[in-house]
């Protein structure tokens, strides 16, 4: 029997045509696909004067074949209309699209005997919770899983808790049910719960196989929740700092997560992979000035992102605990839908993602002459660092993973929490 379609209740979303999608994303396509468009007969005055083909060849990989939709000079596909709609769509219906486009801003992951559905917070719809209830579209989501969830997925294994300690389905998500409980307790900063999450997972993880294997979840995780609970109870006023070495890892994570390669940046070939090394030289020194990675990010100096921003403002709070409900809910943290990555370091990884949208929050306040942050700096910076997490292969590499694993061996992810969330 196929996995039943799990459907979260937390997340709403309409596409309200903003067209960044449309802008931001290389749409690679299949050899039907492209023989689908090319036949639809497209005239350079039906695509504002755009008169090259509509669909280019890329690099082979691994001897396959692969294409992608063109772009016009200003980055944009060469389908978005003037009104931010999709000329395919407006002319053929939405099923004549390729299925890349389809299925944006949703994800589907295994899940045992159930897929969940998943939403990438790089849609701005999706940051501000605009629209209707997935329950409402499950005529629609159903199609789409249809057409993506191949039949093998009620066999893939659940991830492990660490590397050589095995979870069932229903462990993972009775250890997600009680981080969610930790998330959602009223009247707490999402700074403290997050610091309580990774306490938890701490705390558990110093227990031996032994010890946990055939573990029950749930009581075990709600036993370490109390008893980090109780030593941190509030956020200590002085907080440890993050060495000098974890910053500097730190930066490169951030680097890759302020990268916009836009389709005109990419054309641009050596001179836009110089200009990259140069930055991401400069992210690793950490002094002057932080180079403009992406349209919107001024350039400040490295050390104004480092001073204190003040409270979060509700709305933050709201986003933050939200996207990281929704992450925990739709496994977009760990297994295979993020990496491969056992529980405790794909947690660790979306606290560092928290941590990286604070860095980006302070970037932007900053950019615009602000010691303190406002609601639409979290929005513009957790809608860039989601563009990337779980998607770009970049951040699986292994010396990406490897300062990742550092990071949270050194106990360093909950100081780069709490210094970048004050
Ligand atoms: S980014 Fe989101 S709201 Fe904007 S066009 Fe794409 S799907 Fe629609």
């Known amino acids: 029997m196929p996995p039943k379609?799990?459907?979260?209740?937390?997340?709403?979303?309409?596409?309200?045509?903003?067209?960044?999608?449309?802008?931001?994303?290389?749409?690679?396509?299949?050899?039907?696909?492209?023989?689908?468009?090319?036949?639809?007969?497209?005239?350079?005055?039906?695509?504002a004067g755009h008169a090259g083909p509509v669909v280019e060849s890329l690099p082979a990989r691994g001897g396959v074949a692969r294409w992608r939709l063109a772009h016009r000079s200003d980055g944009a596909?060469?389908?978005?209309?003037?009104?931010?709609?999709?000329?395919?769509?407006?002319?053929?219906?939405?099923p004549a699209k390729p299925l890349a486009c389809r299925v944006y801003p949703f994800a589907f992951h295994p899940a045992g005997d159930r897929v969940v559905l998943g939403f990438r917070f790089s849609c701005p719809s999706v940051v501000s919770n605009r629209g209707a209830t997935p329950a409402a579209q499950r005529?629609?989501?159903t199609t789409l899983y249809d057409l993506v969830v191949p039949n093998n997925a009620g066999t893939i294994a659940a991830p492990a808790f660490r590397p050589g300690l095995a979870l069932s389905w229903n462990d993972v998500r009775e250890l997600g049910g009680e981080l969610d409980r930790l998330l959602t307790r009223p009247a707490v900063p999402l700074?403290?719960?997050?610091?309580?999450?990774?306490?938890?997972?701490?705390?558990?993880?110093?227990?031996?196989?032994?010890?946990?294997?055939?573990?029950?979840?749930?009581?075990?995780?709600?036993?370490?929740?109390?008893?980090v609970i109780a030593e941190l109870p509030e956020m200590p006023p002085t907080l440890l700092s993050p060495t000098g070495m974890?910053?500097?890892?730190?930066?490169?994570?951030?680097?890759?997560?302020?990268?916009?390669d836009t389709f005109a940046e990419v054309s641009a070939g050596w001179r836009y992979r110089w200009r990259l090394f140069r930055s991401i030289v400069r992210f690793i020194w950490g002094a002057g000035r932080i180079p403009p990675l992406q349209a919107g990010f001024e350039s400040?100096?490295?050390?104004?992102?480092?001073?204190?921003?003040?409270?979060?403002?509700?709305?933050?709070?709201?986003l933050l605990t939200r996207y990281l409900r929704v992450k925990i809910e739709s496994l977009h943290y760990c297994g295979r839908a993020c990496y491969d990555l056992p529980v405790r370091q794909g947690f660790a990884n979306l606290a560092l993602a928290v941590a990286a949208t604070c860095y980006l929050a302070?970037?932007?306040?900053?950019?615009?002459?602000?010691?303190?942050?406002?609601?639409?700096?979290?929005?513009?910076?957790?809608?860039?660092?989601?563009?990337?997490?779980?998607?770009?292969?970049?951040?699986?590499?292994?010396?990406?993973?490897?300062?990742?694993?550092?990071?949270?061996n050194q106990r360093e992810v909950t100081r780069l929490v709490a210094w970048y969330a004050r």
């Open 5 to 47: 379609l799990d459907l979260p209740t937390l997340q709403n979303w309409s596409c309200h045509n903003c067209g960044g999608c449309c802008r931001q994303h290389e749409i690679e396509i299949t050899a039907e696909e492209r023989q689908r468009i090319e036949q639809q007969g497209w005239q350079a005055d039906q695509l």
């Open 77 to 94: 596909c060469v389908f978005l209309d003037e009104r931010g709609l999709c000329r395919i769509h407006a002319r053929f219906g939405e």
């Open 139 to 141: 005529g629609d989501l």
């Open 191 to 227: 700074p403290l719960r997050l610091l309580w999450c990774l306490g938890t997972l701490d705390l558990l993880n110093a227990r031996s196989d032994q010890e946990l294997a055939g573990a029950r979840w749930r009581p075990a995780v709600s036993q370490a929740a109390s008893a």
């Open 246 to 260: 974890a910053r500097r890892m730190f930066r490169l994570l951030v680097a890759q997560y302020a990268r916009r």
């Open 300 to 318: 400040v100096p490295f050390a104004v992102v480092e001073r204190p921003f003040g409270p979060w403002p509700a709305q933050a709070d709201e």
């Open 362 to 408: 302070r970037w932007l306040a900053a950019g615009a002459g602000r010691r303190e942050w406002n609601a639409e700096d979290f929005e513009r910076a957790l809608a860039a660092v989601d563009h990337h997490h779980a998607y770009s292969p970049a951040l699986a590499l292994p010396d990406f993973q490897q300062r990742q694993r550092w990071l949270l």
